[in-house]
């Protein structure tokens, strides 16, 4: 029995809910996407998202042409309108990545994903410092200037990488970090710049980073990098299947900018993980499973403690680096049709965002919280085997002493009686799983509408309801989780208004013996 004590342990960090990933956000524009973030605003609450593609040439703000023989640059925002204007309309604000180069602009023709975004230097950095001039401009000018310095803005994608920024040539992405910073301090110097949105297994790029800006005095407001747990890819038709590590090293991925960086001009300044998950892959099938919430509960839990955000990657299946998806299912917290249907990672997410702002206790199986009325939540979660050489833990026990009510007591005493209303939502293998449900059915490519109902309902969670005893302010909870399971309960004092007269046992007219 684990007794959680009744004073909180401080609060429960939100670095979990602070931003999350998107496609490109050309994307947007379409009305299944719109719909897919409603459901995930209405579930979660997300403050920021991000996404690539700002600057491509879908969104077609880098324009040139040549009037009377002189070669001009018109810049339009019709599309960034319209996406910044849907965002905020779901009460959520853009995390800006600049990228990646108009085609016209770009110095060579390397590019990166199905939708071709350009991954080479400017050709002219005085063009690339007027795009990123006229755009930021352009965003105060709509949406205030008080607005706009609430949005960070990111420099790039992943530059240590060939694939996002040719030949990973730190000099050159070094160059375009200064230009591009001291261009956004230009037009506000409120306005927030950072980066270098590194990969992993490149961080002593946060090293050097850390010396071109105090050598050059390039102004940096925060730092940013991505983490993933996953081997290389082992392609299948339509997928891919990774090896993957253990979750705890997300966590120490997460912690190490705060530690490379101590002693330098950077420390000290907000971090943020822009993109994180198991897989980078979006066709890898982890993604639609049980496993996957159950995996990345415990990151949930405590990666607050070390970055101000992390941003999983990526909240939609409506996602194309690869090509248009052929799969049913994909990388995103939902089924990929013209109606969402939830998957377990945005339950786990859901689960979280109905935890209380009091932290009271933590474990390697979960997480208790307190509310200010009193209710005390409880997220538990089956431990996992990412090696595979097991199924996970079936049965897994949990048994907490929990503080309940507003006499809730850390010893023994007077804390009170009577009892709480339990409620208790389940996701596993079988339960609140549309893509076990859709792998009955024979995994119809297309599903009927018939088809589509039974995985709406298959989505939700199982739900329980029931009371339990309290004694001294405390009731003890005893759970016992199958494989791959996550379990969010609801603990809330009872005040019991039955009606003196009733009687379960005269339902049917009959006098109770």
């Known amino acids: 029995m684990i007794r959680v004590p009744a004073a909180p342990a401080g609060r429960l960090s939100d670095a979990w809910r602070t931003c999350v990933g998107t496609g490109r956000i050309e994307l947007a524009l379409r009305r299944d996407y719109q719909d897919s973030l409603a459901l995930l605003q209405r579930d979660i609450g997300f403050r920021y998202i991000r996404g690539h593609g700002l600057l491509s040439d879908g969104m077609g703000v880098y324009r040139p042409y040549e009037h009377a023989g002189t070669r001009h640059v018109h810049h339009s925002f019709t599309y960034v309108d319209q996406v910044i204007d849907a965002w905020l309309a779901l009460g959520i604000r853009p995390f800006l990545e600049l990228g990646f180069m108009p085609a016209e602009l770009a110095s060579g023709d390397q590019t990166v994903f199905w939708w071709r975004g350009h991954v080479t230097p400017p050709r002219s950095h005085r063009e690339w410092a007027d795009l990123v001039r006229a755009t930021l401009r352009h965003l105060v000018d709509r949406y205030g200037v008080d607005e706009v310095r609430t949005w960070p803005i990111e420099v790039w994608n992943e530059p240590n990488l060939a694939d996002f920024w040719q ?22 110097a409120g ?19 850390a010396e071109f800006a105090a050598h050059r005095e390039v102004p940096v407001d925060f730092v940013s990098k991505h983490a993933y747990t996953s081997g290389p890819a082992q392609r299948v038709p339509f997928g891919v299947h990774q090896t993957l590590a253990p979750a705890t090293d997300l966590l120490d991925q997460f912690a190490t900018p705060r530690e490379r960086l101590k002693g330098t001009r950077l420390a000290g300044l907000p971090v943020h993980i822009t993109e994180f998950n198991s897989s980078y892959c979006p066709d890898n099938a982890i993604h639609d499973t049980a496993f996957q919430a159950a995996y990345l509960a415990p990151v949930l839990a405590r990666g607050g403690d070390h970055v101000d955000s992390f941003s999983y990657w990526t909240f939609s299946d409506m996602f194309e680096e690869a090509g248009v998806p052929t799969a049913l299912f994909h990388g995103g917290f939902g089924l990929l049709t013209h109606r969402q249907v939830r998957k377990p990672v945005h339950h786990l997410y859901a689960f979280m965002a109905r935890m209380g702002p009091d932290l009271l206790a933590r474990g390697d199986d979960h997480l208790v919280t307190r509310h200010r009325d009193g209710r005390v939540t409880v997220l538990a979660w089956a431990p996992v085997d990412p090696t595979g050489a097991t199924e996970g833990a079936a049965g897994h026990a949990l048994r907490l002493s929990l503080p ?17 209303f339990v409620r208790r939502s389940t996701v596993d293998e079988e339960r609140g799983n549309a893509c076990t449900a859709w792998r009955h059915m024979g995994s119809p490519r297309s599903p009927g509408r018939a088809q589509l109902d039974v995985l709406h309902e298959a989505a939700e969670p199982a739900r329980t309801h029931g009371r339990l005893p ?12 199958a494989c791959h399971e996550i379990t969010l309960v609801e603990l809330t004092p009872v005040e019991d208004e039955t009606p003196p007269w009733w009687d379960a046992r005269r339902l049917l007219g009959r006098e109770p013996a």
Do not use: C
Not at 471 to 481: F, M, N
């Open 167 to 188: 030949g990973a040539d730190e000099r050159a992405y070094h160059r375009l970090y200064e230009v591009t910073a001291h261009t956004v301090k230009e037009v506000d």
């Open 191 to 209: 306005l927030q710049v950072g980066g270098p949105a590194i990969s992993p297994g490149a961080d002593d790029w946060l090293d050097r980073f």
């Open 404 to 420: 309940v009510g507003p006499n809730a007591r850390d010893g023994e005493g007077d804390g009170g009686g009577g009892e709480v």
């Open 470 to 481: 309290v004694h001294d302010g405390r009731t003890e909870l005893d759970l016992t989780l």
